[in-house]
């Protein structure tokens, strides 16, 4: 298994408050990404990153804003936690895809966050 | 508006028999296709993928089928065993070099022993 861990694993706050969620990964992989997976959505991208303080939005990103200082750790930050931030979160990484090679994502075991 | 979509929510299967897992795409700009399995609590892992120049990949039980034309792909486990039984997700990128994946809803598949 790739070494990805996010923490903390389970988090409840209350609405209105700062969360930030760490992803660690002992991989050295360039790429990382930051997923929520809700009901009727499957999982959709936040944010992502590729390479150390180089970030870009994907698809869900409004409420969300990421830092990479090191290349083993990607945060993503709530900065006023909102009830629609209910959500499992999934840290990904992935090597740096070249020529025709392509590679896939590994996933951490995710953070389980309840906004209230 | 969902790219990838897995339009089967849930799917039941005898031990033994073949499941097949369906998924559609809109984005003709989608070079590679992956599948994915997930365990309660635990992120998705990686299973099984296919790159837009090819039609088939088989490895072990798990084969996945690519039709270009129809914007579709399949994934076929053969044998079904109980452990099988996880929400499968179709995934695809567009080839840049972020290596960004769009993903289905995911499918319940049960394997019933």
């Known amino acids: 298994d790739a070494g990805i861990t996010q923490s903390p694993r389970h988090k409840v706050t209350e609405t209105g408050t700062p969360v930030t969620l760490r992803c660690h990964q002992t991989?050295?992989?360039?790429?990382m990404y930051w997923y929520r997976q809700d009901p009727g959505h499957g999982l959709r991208l936040i944010h992502y990153?590729?390479?150390?303080?180089?970030?870009d939005k994907g698809e869900v990103s409004d409420g969300y804003s990421v830092s990479r200082s090191k290349t083993e750790d990607f945060l993503l930050t709530l900065e006023s936690a909102t009830s629609s931030q209910t959500s499992v979160y999934f840290c990904a990484i992935s090597g740096r895809a070249s020529g025709n090679s392509y590679n896939e994502q590994f996933f951490g075991p995710g953070t389980r966050l309840t906004v209230l | 508006d969902q790219q990838v979509k897995q339009n089967s929510p849930s799917l039941s299967v005898q031990e033994g028999r073949i499941s097949i897992l369906n998924c559609d795409y809109t984005?003709?700009?989608?070079?590679?296709f992956l599948w994915y399995k997930k365990y309660p609590a635990e992120g998705p892992t990686f299973l099984i993928s296919?790159?837009?120049?090819?039609d088939k990949n088989e490895d072990g039980r798990f084969t996945v089928f690519l039709n270009k034309s129809a914007k579709h792909l399949s994934l076929h486990i053969v044998p079904s065993q109980p452990g099988d039984s996880a929400v499968y997700f179709c995934a695809a990128r567009t080839g840049t070099g972020a290596n960004n994946l769009f993903f289905g809803t995911g499918t319940r598949l049960t394997v019933i022993p």
């Open positions: 990153s590729y390479g150390v303080k180089d970030t």
């Open positions: 296919i790159s837009s120049i090819k």
């Open positions: 991989e050295n992989h360039r790429y």
């Open positions: 984005n003709s700009m989608f070079d590679y």
